[in-house]
């Protein structure tokens, strides 16, 4: 190496004579003959030195990549054409065992919107408003926070109801109807989450509690973008199913001619509009005589109250399990 560079510094030196000669006119000196064999001794051995690990690189490098083929790996030059990435999988709501703490409890219709009328001058709005403060009372009994959407008789809008459920960042959204129907004879039970429907008797359904939302069209169009695909919709629906169970449980079994008429998805605004899962428990039929003399006794009031708390915590100590979603 110490040989190498006493030639790389005399050739260096020659060189820079040599360019001062030619700046001064000087004439072109060639070099002795013994010292032209040592420069060209010396040019071999540089060469040598650079050339000997590169072609032992680009061998080691050969051998490589033909192992990498024999292996199965494809070579990087086949991974260069157009790639599709596949699409993002929905992350499980069992990966976020979070407790349920702030339900918001939404008394349906109230003050100019009375919902459906009963025999002897009961209105929907009074029994809603009833049961849901009964409701109340037991999940602040069980430690649950609670928002009441209307305190008393006076109209909100399902727009106002949604809001305020939003700004007081409520785990759950919890709505109390009663049905009517011009069939006077049927008798059930439903509990709806947020989701389409294809059912003609669903859609009238959900037209009736839809109006005077407070909701512009494109309001509407808004609120429906993407909100089927979120995961909010399953958790809803475990909700729903949750609540119903205990509606059946409490209601059905005590009164067999009390059908089950299942949980369903609807469109209804209310849930549209809201952030945090939500129903919409149509508990019993107004317009049904039995059913309206049952509804005017407190008792059978505290029934629904209790039957609706007892889903209520079934779904929210399922929610707080690691990896208890579905098994309400």
Known sequence: M?????LKRRLVSEVVRENVETLHGLPFRPLPPSRTRRVRLGLLRGLSLVAAPTLLFLAVSALSTDRAERAGIAPRAALSGPTTLPAPRAISPAAF?????KIVVDPGHGGT???APASGGLWEKDITLDVAQRLRMLLG???????MTRERDETVSLRERAQLANFQRGDLFVSIHFNSLPTRSYRGIETYHLGPTADPQVERLAGAENRASGYSLADFRRLLEGVYVHVRQT????????VHQGLVETLVKGNPAIRDSGVKPAPFLVLVATEM???LAEVSYLSNDEDARLLKDPAYRQEIARALFQGIRA???????PGGQGSV
């Open 277 to 279: 899962p939500g129903i």
């Open 315 to 321: 779904y929210a100590d399922a929610r707080s399990r």
């Open 2 to 6: 110490a040989g190498l560079e006493r």
């Open 235 to 242: 958790e809803s629906k475990q909700l729903a199913e949750a």
């Open 141 to 147: 009994e069980a430690g649950f926070d609670v928002v």
């Open 113 to 115: 919107d009375p919902g």
């Open 97 to 101: 065992p979070l407790a349920v703490r």
